[in-house]
């Protein structure tokens, strides 16, 4: 999504918003799969420079059986079970289990990882609850595989020269995936016990960090399995609590008889939780109809096969496969408009040149096809509390996620003001539901035009939005909750501006483009 009539407000916020708009140029997993794809290459210029020893035979064999297998046995496994084949999704886990197992030419070593990868991805079908698969393939098939005793996974990319490139690969992804915070508990919690741990058999406090960080997979284990998408729960205070538990487990020595500690159980104890806690499964919506809502965004209206639990202001995850990729994968992340008690699901997009693969597959549906919804999130919510005042930044297509609040009625009884940056008068997304809205509602055009009469008054606003004009229009700032909502560029000035006019507490929402 492009930004529209954004404001700036320092070189930090559009330090920001530049790194958001870049890495928006790639979905979650094209920027997973191309982090470890890079530290796959540097594993082996590591071996060439003798900092491995494994052998470079053995790591491209390894690396070619783990890639190859897992995207053939998925494809197989797709045929059978006759959907589309996540071809991303199988690199991913085949890359994965490169680090997972050690590389070796071992007769049982190496049955032992093809038994890994065909279980892998015969877990996103087996274990699966309508169409979402409950556990983290890779994890799943060192599991089993450790089970039958042909191999155990020994997570060899904690190896301390991996570091180098593996904390700021974990980083980035970490970054682009809004989960920074939850991986900061996890490791905090397992660096924590493991720590203790060394430092009872008599290590000292600074190796014993060390070791944890740079000998252990926490950060390999953080940064590409835990946090994966979807087999995490929907609300952040949830993906709090699991990294916490995940941590303790991940950590704490422990020995069942058949089951040992190990970061694969870890792991998947964290995917059961998470599965009961968020929407299980995927859910199927029929394309019911579209609707332009102005020269540049539309409305796509679905009926889902089964009602879909969410709440005002939270998003969905669509797996929209097209035949050309354009480098950012199937799964694309759109704000619901509508109310959790309608029958249908909406979703507002901007539609406008260049369009995206992935905007295409959605102009060119027709009523009856069908989609496949992957998953429910997001923590894009109104305070609790009713009393609490909010102020509503919209920049542009922004506007959608608030359409969800007005649609409940979640901000009838509520001190509410939207403040919508558009580029022109024409560009004013979902205006009789603004108008229709009950609260205070502003609108502020970039090409320095006076919106509609049936709008609250705002200067003209051919120049940018800063903290300044922010106060002005909005004295009581200080007192309220603020929202912003819009392209990263967007949203990285207007949450500066927010803060420099007084705002306590700013959530956003940001639009990485699709």
């Known amino acids: 999504m492009s930004p ?15 790194m958001d708009t870049l890495l928006g140029r790639f979905t979650m997993y094209r920027l997973i799969l191309l982090v470890l794809a890079a530290l796959a290459v540097y594993s082996l210029l590591l071996e060439v420079l003798g900092w491995l020893t494994f052998g470079i035979p053995e790591m491209l064999a390894h690396l070619a059986l783990c890639l190859a297998l897992n995207y053939a046995s998925n494809r197989a496994l797709a045929a059978l079970f006759r959907v589309r084949p996540h071809s991303e999704s199988s690199l991913i886990t085949g890359l994965l289990l490169y680090f997972l197992f050690w590389p070796s030419f071992q007769t049982l070593d190496v049955a032992g990882v093809a ?11 087996a274990l699966a609850w309508r169409g979402r698969h409950i556990f983290n393939p890779a994890a799943a098939g060192a599991f089993v595989t450790g089970l039958t005793g042909l191999n155990i996974a020994t997570w060899w990319a904690a190896t301390p020269a991996m570091l180098w490139l593996l904390v700021p690969g974990v980083l980035l992804v970490l ?41 252990r997979p926490v950060l390999f284990f953080v940064g590409f399995m835990l946090t994966e998408p979807l087999t995490l729960p929907p609300r952040r205070w949830q993906q ?6 995940v941590g303790v487990v991940f950590a704490v020595p422990y020995n069942l008889g058949f089951i040992a500690n190990s970061p694969e159980a870890a792991l ?4 059961l939780l998470a599965f009961l806690l968020g929407q299980r499964g995927g859910v199927r919506l029929r394309f019911t ?20 639990r969410f709440l005002p202001g939270q998003y969905m995850e669509l797996d929209l496969p097209h035949a050309k990729s354009d480098g950012k994968g199937r799964r694309r992340v759109f704000s619901l408009t509508g109310s959790p008690a309608e029958r249908l699901v909406k979703f507002g997009v901007r539609t406008a040149e260049p369009l995206s693969a992935a905007k295409r597959v959605l102009l060119a549906l027709k009523p009856g096809d069908e989609l496949t919804a992957t998953s429910v999130g997001g923590d894009f919510v109104l305070p609790r509390d009713p009393r609490k005042p909010v102020l509503l930044i919209a920049a542009g297509i922004g506007i959608t996620p608030f359409l969800s609040h007005l649609g409940s009625g979640g901000l009838r009884e509520r001190d509410a003001v939207l403040l919508l940056l558009a580029r022109s008068a024409d560009e004013i997304a979902y205006a009789d539901e603004l108008r229709a809205a009950g609260i205070r ?34 004295p009581d700032i200080r007192s309220r909750e603020v929202y912003v909502s819009g392209s990263p560029a967007s949203v990285a000035a207007l949450r500066r501006a927010a803060r420099k006019a007084g705002a306590r507490r700013v959530h956003v929402d940001s639009f990485s483009g699709y």
């Open 4 to 18: 529209v009539g954004t404001p700036q407000a320092g070189s930090s916020a559009s330090a920001t918003g530049r």
């Open 115 to 125: 038994v890994a990868c065909v279980l892998a991805s015969a877990s996103k079908y």
């Open 175 to 215: 970054y682009r995936t809004r989960k920074v915070l939850m991986a900061t508990v996890f490791t905090l919690v397992a660096t924590s016990i493991i720590t203790f741990e060394l430092l009872r058999a008599g290590m000292t406090a600074g190796m014993g960090i060390y070791q944890a960080l740079a000998q």
């Open 240 to 245: 709090l609590a699991l990294a916490a538990v």
């Open 268 to 271: 998947l104890l964290g995917n």
């Open 289 to 308: 109809g579209s609707r332009r809502l102005t020269p540049s965004t539309t409305e796509f209206s679905f009926e889902p096969a089964r009602p879909v």
């Open 441 to 474: 509602v502003l609108v502020r055009l970039a090409d320095g035009s006076n919106p509609p009469v049936d709008f609250g008054a705002v200067p003209a606003g051919a120049s940018r939005l800063d903290h300044d004009g922010l106060k002005a229009l909005v």
